[in-house]
C-alpha cells in the first residue's frame, strides 16, 4: 500500500485505486458530510469531537449513515497508517459511500497574509459541515488572485467570520477575541478548544476594526502586521500542551 490509504465503506486500497460511482450526490450536487481530523503520530486529535459534529451535520442534512461501521472502518485505516504525522478526511455522501482517506498535512508557512473576500453564509446550512465547498475553495483562489495566501471570509455587511477552512481569532491589548456561532461560522473543534485555554471573548467585528490588530496574520489586504508575536508564541505553547494531554503524551 502507497503512503496515502483510503477506505470505502471497509473496503481498504491506495488512495489512487479509490472510487466512487459517477451517479453519487455527493459528487453531483455536493450532498453530503465530512471531518477532518489531525494525526499526531498517527493518533487522531479530538476524534470524539468529530465524529459528534459529523452526526449532528448528516442529521441536519437529513443524510443517514451506518456510524457504527464508520468508526471500525476508521480503527482500520489508522492501525494500516502507522504514526505518522497527517490528517483523516472521513466523507459520507447521499449515495451511500462512507469515504476515508489520510493526507499529508497542509504545507502552511509561519504567518499567512489575507485578502478579504466577501462570502454570504448559507442560512439552510447552518449546523452542517457539508461538501458543499465551492464558495470556500473559491474564495481562497479570488484572495490568492488578490496577491494574498488566503481568503478572509467577510459577510456583504463587513462582518469578519473565518477562514475558507480555518477558524480566526485576533488580538487586540493581550485580549484574545474571536466571531461569535451567531455569525454563521462553522464550529471549530479548534477554535473550541483555544477559547476554553484562553477564555477568549466571542465579538463581531466590521474589517476596518481590524486592520492592524492580529498576529500571526501578516497581512490583511496589504496592511502589514507583526508576525509571531509574544500572544501568538503563547497560544501556540498552550496549544500544542492541550494537544499532548488529550492524546496520552503520545
Ligand atoms: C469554514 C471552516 N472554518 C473552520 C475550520 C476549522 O475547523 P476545525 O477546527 O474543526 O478543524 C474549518 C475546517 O475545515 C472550516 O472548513
Partial sequence: MSAEIASINGVLSDVSAAYIPATDDGLLRG?????????????????EEHYVRLA????????????????????????????RDGCLRIVITRGGIRLLLTEPLPARGLAVSLASVTYQPSVVLDGVKSLSYAANMLAGRLAVEKGADEALLITPEGMVLEAPTSTFFWVTNSEVFTPPLADRILES???????????????????????????????????????????TVDLAGRLSDLVGSALGGS
Fill in 189 to 231: 473543534i479548534t477554535r473550541r478548544h483555544i477559547l476554553t485555554i484562553t477564555g477568549a471573548t466571542e465579538k463581531s467585528i466590521h474589517l476596518p476594526d481590524l486592520l492592524g490588530k492580529i498576529q500571526a496574520v501578516s497581512a490583511v489586504d496589504g496592511h502589514e502586521l507583526p508576525v509571531n508575536g509574544p500572544m
Fill in 56 to 83: 449532528a451535520s448528516a442529521a441536519n442534512l437529513r443524510l443517514p449513515y451506518d456510524e457504527a461501521a464508520l468508526k471500525s472502518e476508521v480503527t482500520a485505516v489508522l492501525s494500516e497508517y502507522g504514526s
Fill in 31 to 47: 450532498d453530503g458530510v465530512f471531518e477532518v481530523a489531525r494525526l499526531y503520530s498517527g493518533v487522531p486529535f479530538a476524534l
